[in-house]
């Protein structure tokens, strides 16, 4: 499975920005999946993931209210939507994709940069 992140940019402090992972196969809903982010000089962190099957979903504190996680198990998508960005949110955003039964996630895309000027 191949990943492949689009949405990043430049924006705003306040600012809103959608990113979105495309896998390049069907098994895609086999797969837990997830956000990373890996700020300037910072290790890479999670921010957000969800199950196979859409819910339970999981928020790092520092964007819990802000940051919204989906999938489309349709389309072989997840998504992340992110309101009021702030400058600490700055970073090189990752898709990751977790197989079944296995406790790392395996798979990643080669990131979309997320910069927000204050």
């Known amino acids: 499975v191949q990943l492949v992140e689009a949405g990043g940019g430049l924006v705003q402090a306040g600012d809103s920005l959608r990113l979105s992972c495309s896998a390049s196969?069907?098994?895609?809903?086999?797969?837990?999946m997830a956000w990373f982010r890996q700020g300037p000089g910072l290790e890479r962190l999670l921010v957000a993931a969800i199950s196979r099957s859409g819910t339970p979903t999981y928020y790092a504190d520092s964007v819990k209210g802000r940051f919204t996680i989906s999938r489309d198990n349709a389309e072989n998508t997840v998504s992340l939507q992110m309101w009021t960005l702030r400058p600490d949110d700055t970073a090189v955003y990752y898709c990751?994709?977790?197989?079944?039964?296995?406790?790392?996630?395996?798979?990643w895309g080669q990131g979309t940069q997320v910069t927000v000027s204050s």
């Open positions: 196969e069907d098994t895609f809903s086999q797969l837990a």
């Open positions: 990751a994709g977790q197989r079944l039964g296995r406790s790392a996630y395996e798979i």
